[in-house]
């Protein structure tokens, strides 16, 4: 077992930014692949010989270059990206030949990689984050897992595949309900770990914003029972804040693997409004079908054009806004007012009290 060297100074990546890796002390040791779990932290080093830099996304939501031959914090996990990568740790054989999945600091073996994916790094295991001779995991940092229901509306937006619009729907979203003087709580409940895409909400207006990296996941390609669990401690930190509204992104698709059914399931009731982004009319057809839901409107680059939106109505039968058009905004707050009902009061009056939220948590 080693303890870190003066002077060593690994990366930390935006998965550890739930831990205090960078204020408690810690020890490298290498433990067999056989006891490996998902979520565990590991030391790796960046391989290769490109005479680019790579890119690591830090705790701060900043990019910041690495070159081979440093080191970075990252955590075993899965990515299963319909457009960019797929791999996890459990398809590692070799230590020596892992890969960096995401930049955000997921790590395990790429088994399949579009030919238009940002190039990620080839990674070497140096060993474990370990404490006591146990192994320094995301999910002892997630907090409360108790079942709860949620009790603030929520405005969920979904998609036909990544890259569909999302994330700028859900920041246009939150924009207008903060005009309306709404106190909002932006989440992203499953994908896989990136800071970018909630740091996008806060930037809209959110007063708070979390993710399941909060709840203890480097992704949220995980066994369904896992993943509630997870979800539980999200739901408990949105109800510890004083939100009138949360506005609420299921990442990828939901028939992917990564649990965006169960996500739908584990908010229940909660949800008002369901907004579905395509990619184009024909998955917004394709979703609605397969997955059985009744979207209050479908957004995203299906609608950027007065002929895509005209398709989608069409093809769905569902009004088709193009967020980007400011002029819609009275359109957009007039049905979402009418979705989720007057603030406060009706949501929040006749809830028990929660623990106060902390400060990493109020972001």
């Not at 990206?81 to 960096?100: C, F, I, N």
């Amino acid at each position: 077992m080693n303890r870190p060297a003066v002077g060593f100074r690994p990366t930390l990546p935006s998965v550890t930014r739930i831990s205090d890796l960078d204020v408690v002390p810690y020890e490298v040791a290498p433990r067999p692949r056989a006891s490996w779990r998902n979520g565990e932290y590991v030391l790796v080093g960046i391989e290769g010989d490109s005479p680019h830099p790579y890119e690591v996304e830090l705790p701060d939501g900043r990019l910041a270059e690495v070159v081979p031959g440093d080191q970075i914090i990252g955590v075993l996990g899965r990515r299963a990206a319909t457009l960019q990568v797929v791999g996890d740790w459990e398809s590692v054989e070799d230590p020596a030949d892992m890969d960096l999945l995401s930049v955000a600091g997921v790590v395990g073996r790429c088994t399949s990689r579009s030919a238009f994916a940002k190039n990620l790094p080839a990674t070497s295991y140096v060993g474990h984050i370990v404490r006591g001779g146990s192994p320094v995991t995301m999910g002892q940092f997630a907090g409360d897992r108790t079942a709860r229901p949620l009790r603030v509306p929520v405005v969920l937006i979904i998609g036909t595949s990544m890259d569909a619009g999302k994330t700028m729907a859900a920041s246009r979203i939150v924009r207008v309900l903060r005009a309306a003087g709404r106190r909002v709580a932006g989440a992203k409940f499953t994908g896989v770990g990136r800071y970018r895409d909630v740091l996008a909400m806060r930037d809209a207006g959110a007063e708070w914003i979390f993710d399941f990296v909060d709840a203890g996941l480097p992704s949220s390609v995980v066994p369904p029972d896992e993943y509630e669990q997870a979800a539980c401690s999200l739901i408990n930190k949105i109800n510890a804040v004083d939100a009138d509204v949360a506005v609420i992104e299921a990442g990828a698709s939901p028939l992917e693997p990564y649990n965006g059914d169960a996500a739908v399931r584990v908010l229940g009731d909660a949800v008002r409004t369901v907004v579905l982004c395509a990619s184009d009319p024909y998955a917004a057809v394709g979703v609605i079908s397969a997955f059985g839901i009744e979207p209050s409107f479908v957004a995203g680059r299906a609608t950027s054009t007065s002929a895509g939106a005209s398709l989608t109505t069409k093809l769905t039968g569902r009004p088709a806004l193009d967020l980007l058009d400011r002029a819609i905004d009275t359109t957009l707050g007039a049905l979402l007012a009418r979705e989720l009902g007057p603030a406060r009061n009706s949501f929040t009056a006749t809830a028990q009290p929660q623990e106060s939220t902390t400060d990493a948590n109020r972001r």
